[in-house]
């Protein structure tokens, strides 16, 4: 056979037609619009949050380099700095402490460091800039406020630096300042010039500093790669090159760092993105489909003068392509658009402060074009393979209805009745029936698990987590969920609640005691870590757990009888008794937190006698809960291997052996006057505002916080279920209104023999109704199943939520669906209604 180039006649018959189906070509683009918008948001969304809070955690790191080197000597330092695989590097050497008694709970750590350290570890200058002289520093803003010293260059400060060997006290001129979040990073820092350790530290051997622990005189070295792929690899190929053996550090901020150790993360917005395109290869799959049946005979005569099935295959894919090509930039720009609108509230749903970093990443768009592109290919590649194999005979003899086999004739003694003339004709076509109903049906499942999910939050369950009162004052310095912070651990005293129970109103006062207390490893706790130990490649931290003198940690809590009602409700052994509890020889214990994620098992069980610490007295155990139980009275933090064990508060309050601290108040609960809430609230703002340490929250801080939660849930998902509803409908009046256009000889027909206008209307709705029956069915049943267990695995692993599943989203999108039904019906009817039956009729079979 001859090859001959018609590439330009196929595209110019692919544009024709295009031009021929505006209608269709509208529709199309709608879905790969909404389809490109979805997964342009959802990947804007989750690189943004990912840059984010890789930014939050830079900031805590003290850095934006991919790794470090410490402890440095300058032979070393020279060393590891000349490697050809730094792309660049900063350098930071080690002065000492600020020691003035202002800094007692509140670390500052002084060293001298280069501009490109300043660039990439986040001191972007209010003013000013690094010191040259020996008399100047670098401080930030909280550090001068603790100093009351003003925000102005070239001011004096007095400062004593601790370099090891000696204090030295000195007047400095502040050669510029910068802001710092003093409860971001684990230390604040200070900047000296290098005249200052030329003066004073240069002599310090740098290798006597690291063997003693003060560590004066050491450089650092942070380093940037080409890219963040494989750090630690190339870190420690830069020790080997070097021959060095140094302590090193990557940056866990990275994604290439973190994201591989927890891969849960990119689940959700994996799942969004198949929904998205399901929901999109649905509506788009099913027009192409329809205009295929519809353009079968065109198809068939192309055929007949010789175009070849590849040929047939190419015209729709030109379509398909060029139409995602126009949409494409539509659905790029708003999808992104309305990720950079979400991300400040998917943001706020973390405890986690951290500053939002929209991202550019060209990945974003990319991402999306690339997940776009393939579902309009999958949905167009198949119409376009049912276009090639129709043969010109059938083709001309096509009606746009598959016979599917022999069908039986219907005997009736009273004629065709129009219901079922209306339900017959629904399955005449099942493929579109099936791809209509699918469409529908998953907008109404994913509604309503959404709903499900939102409506089981649990405002009380939420509540109890953090609060069992009506304000609580909490010693931050202890209640961390991103860890230790600096600051005065005895600010809240209990001076400080007996203040707060003179308030005018406050009824009573529940406080929280709390140690940190060494366990011996004994018999039973080695009976549970042993068979773990014996495993395949163990846990380094078990195995010295285990090791001779091997010690757990344990969370030990000193409860107020305020907190007793709050114990009852995580019991998994036991039974807990008030009385007996107050009598202060039973002790309460949770569940050990083992290594292996979701991993929890209690060493001891009620009957067992255990001693915790110096105290020297013993406890028979009463109870054992869940391992996070009476989580509003903790520090909201756990100790692998170790577990949290509650007393009376007064068992805490005890003295113990000379030179041991009294335990930490954790938080003071007040239980209050209804009348005088707002009075009490301003009278306690007025006691915790005075310091950094403390603060305080009231019930309806909480449920505020609950309300925005449930706000941003309702607007990310919501918004999602109204864009697959959206394709959903799409692809219903696309299929309802190319139904009836490809059917106007029949119907012409029935109406030359008989059948009136009004009974062709009602037949029309009658389909309708039965497409929307028939979708009821679908989600009452299957629909309901996939809810039911959809909405229960979620609302099982998150905290806050008691599964309830409800019926109303399933009653809801009924009248809306008959609503849609109705109204396309109507419109499809009067688009029939345009031709009279002689001009129907008249048309080519």
Known sequence: MISTNNRKTITALAKKSLKA??????????????????????????????????????????SDYHGSFKYLNPAELEKLKNHPSIKSYGV??????ISTSLFKNNRVEVLRIDENFAKHGFINFIAGGLPSQENEIVLNTWVLDLLGAKYELGQTVKLDIDTGEKVISQDFKLSGYYEADQNLAMSGLAFVSEAFTQKNISHTD??????????????????????????????????????????????????????????????????????????????IYNIFFISVVRDVKFYGLLKTIGTTPRQLKKIISIQARSLYLFALPFGLGLGYLLGLLLLPMATSISSISTDNVYSVSPWIFIGAAA???????????????????????????????????????????????????????????KKKLILMLSSLSLSIILFSTIFTVISSLDVNKYLGAFISGDFVVQNEVLVSITGPRDGDPYKLSEEFANNLSKIDGVESVDKVYHRYVPYPVD???????????????????????????????????????????????????GEFNRQKFASGKYAVIAEAMFIEEDSYRTYYHPGDTITFGKSGKSYEVMAVLKYDAVYAATTKSFSM?????????????????????????????????????????????????????????????????????????????????????????????????????????????????????????RMLILEGLYTVLLTVLITSTL???????????????????????????????????????????????????????????????
């Open 206 to 283: 740098p290798d006597i500093s690291e063997a003693t622990g003060s560590y004066v005189n050491t450089a650092g070295l942070g380093v940037m790669f080409n890219n963040s792929y494989n750090i630690e690899k190339k870190v420690q190929k830069i020790l080997t090159d070097t021959d060095l053996d140094v302590p090193y550090g990557v940056n866990p901020a990275y994604t290439s760092v973190s994201l591989s150790e927890n891969l849960m993360n990119i689940v959700p917005y994996g799942i969004v993105i198949l929904i998205t395109m399901l929901s999109g290869y649905l509506l």
């Open 641 to 761: 291997l170790g577990y949290n064990a509650f007393l009376p508060a007064l068992e805490l309050q005890k003295e113990l052996p000379k030179g041991t601290d009294p335990a930490n108040i954790v938080s003071a609960t007040l239980h209050v006057d209804p009348d005088k809430m707002d009075l009490i609230e301003q009278a306690a703002k007025a006691l915790t505002d005075s310091t950094n340490e403390l603060s305080l929250k009231s019930r309806e801080d909480y449920k505020e916080e609950l309300g925005g939660f449930i706000r941003i849930f309702q607007t990310v998902g919501y918004g999602l279920s109204l864009v697959i509803a959206l394709i959903g409908v799409l692809n219903y009046i696309n299929t309802v209104l190319t139904g009836v256009v490809s059917r106007r000889n029949e119907f012409a027909m029935l109406e030359s023999i008989g059948m009136t206008k009004k009974q062709l209307k």
């Open 21 to 62: 189906n505006r209608a269709r070509n509208f529709t199309i683009i709608c879905a790969i619009v909404l389809t490109t918008l979805l997964i342009t948001a959802v990947f804007t969304l989750a690189l943004s949050i990912n840059q984010s809070m890789q930014r939050a955690q830079m900031q805590t790191t003290g």
């Open 523 to 573: 018999d039973a706790i080695r009976a549970i870590l042993e068979p773990l130990a014996a495993a395949v490649d163990p846990h380094p931290y078990l195995l010295s757990t285990l090791d001779k003198g091997g010690m757990i940690y344990i969370h030990l809590y000193g409860l107020d009888p305020g907190w007793y009602d709050l114990v009852d409700k995580d019991i998994i052994e």
């Open 371 to 429: 997940f776009s592109y393939i579902t309009v290919w999958i949905a167009a590649s198949k119409p376009g393979r049912m276009a090639s194999r129709t043969s010109p005979v059938e083709a001309v003899k096509f009606a746009g209805v598959s016979n599917g086999g022999k069908r039986k004739a219907k005997k009736t003694k009273h004629g065709a009745k129009l219901h079922n003339m209306a339900f017959s004709n629904l399955f005449r076509s």
């Open 92 to 97: 930071f050497l080690k002065v000492g402490d």
């Open 783 to 845: 629909g309901v199943f996939l809810t039911y267990n959809l909405s229960k695995s979620i609302t099982e692993n998150m905290a806050f939520m008691v599964f309830q599943m409800s019926w109303l989203p399933f009653i809801l999108t009924v009248p809306v669906l008959l609503t849609i039904a109705y109204s396309v019906t109507l419109k499809a009817y009067k688009t029939l209604c345009q031709a009279s039956i002689v001009e129907r009729l008249r048309e080519t079979e």
